[in-house]
T-cell receptor, first 113, second 116 residues
Framework: NAGVTQTPKFQVLKTGQSMTLQCAQDMNHEYMSWYRQDPGMGLRLIHY???????DQGEVPNGYNVSRSTTEDFPLRLLSAAPSQTSVYFC????????????FGSGTQLSVL | AQKITQTQPGMFVQEKEAVTLDCTYDTSDQSYGLFWYKQPSSGEMIFLIYQGSYDEQNATEGRYSLNFQKARKSANLVISASQLGDSAMYFC?????????????FGTGTSLTVIP
């Protein structure tokens, strides 16, 4: 029962570097999303997708790109890392219909120096 | 305007006592879902309980119950008989309908500490 698999668990980047956070789910979920969690600010939505080929911006999309070429995968790309992107990142998915709960990955702790 | 408001940054409760974590929400949709998640110090997000906007009964899951007051737009989590393992961050969340993108909105969380 893999659920939502998110890699890596930890990452340290230098300012200006790029990287991709990987997210895969094996539950055939239509809806996938990325959140960042910062102290005192809860979880904020970065980008989300309601199906393969469809993505949209959330609350804090600047500096991040996403694509959804398959139902299973939803990678998050940091184009040019900045210290303000130091955060814990969560990938989450759910069935697209109705008010289904989110299933979360285990999170990625990212530090940008 | 905040979609989800949790006004208690930190709460303390004595072991075996009940505790209520507050959550208010803001939506113009008639149809929506309300959720509570627990995040222990290990970091994972654990689903606790769900309440649909059309559900007339308050949701219950074991020691967790959701006190849903639609007119007040509140969805408070009640934990009965607190245990040491209940010490964690608790997040209230709302999912609106398809017309608004089926997005989830989270509150800023309440840190609960259970005192032995």
């Amino acid at each position: 029962n893999a659920g939502v698999t998110q890699t890596p668990k930890f990452q340290v980047l230098k300012t200006g570097q790029s990287m991709t956070l990987q997210c895969a789910q094996d539950m055939n979920h239509e809806y996938m999303s990325w959140y960042r969690q910062d102290p005192g600010m809860g979880l904020r939505l970065i980008h989300y997708s309601v199906g393969a080929g469809i993505t949209d911006q959330g609350e804090v999309p600047n500096g991040y790109n996403v694509s959804r070429s398959t139902t299973e995968d939803f990678p998050l790309r940091l184009l040019s890392a900045a210290p303000s992107q130091t955060s814990v990142y969560f990938c989450a998915s759910s069935y697209g219909q109705g008010f289904e709960k989110l299933f979360f990955g285990s999170g990625t702790q990212l530090s940008v120096l | 305007a905040q979609k989800i408001t949790q006004t208690q940054p930190g709460m303390f409760v004595q072991e075996k006592e009940a505790v209520t974590l507050d959550c208010t929400y803001d939506t113009s949709d008639q149809s929506y879902g309300l959720f509570w998640y627990k995040q222990p110090s290990s970091g994972e997000m654990i689903f606790l309980i769900y309440q649909g906007s059309y559900d007339e009964q308050n949701a219950t899951e074991g020691r967790y119950s959701l006190n849903f007051q639609k007119a007040r737009k509140s969805a408070n989590l009640v934990i009965s008989a607190s245990q040491l393992g209940d010490s964690a961050m608790y997040f209230c969340a709302m999912r609106e309908g398809k017309n608004t993108g089926n997005q989830f909105y989270f509150g800023t969380g309440t840190s609960l500490t259970v005192i032995p």
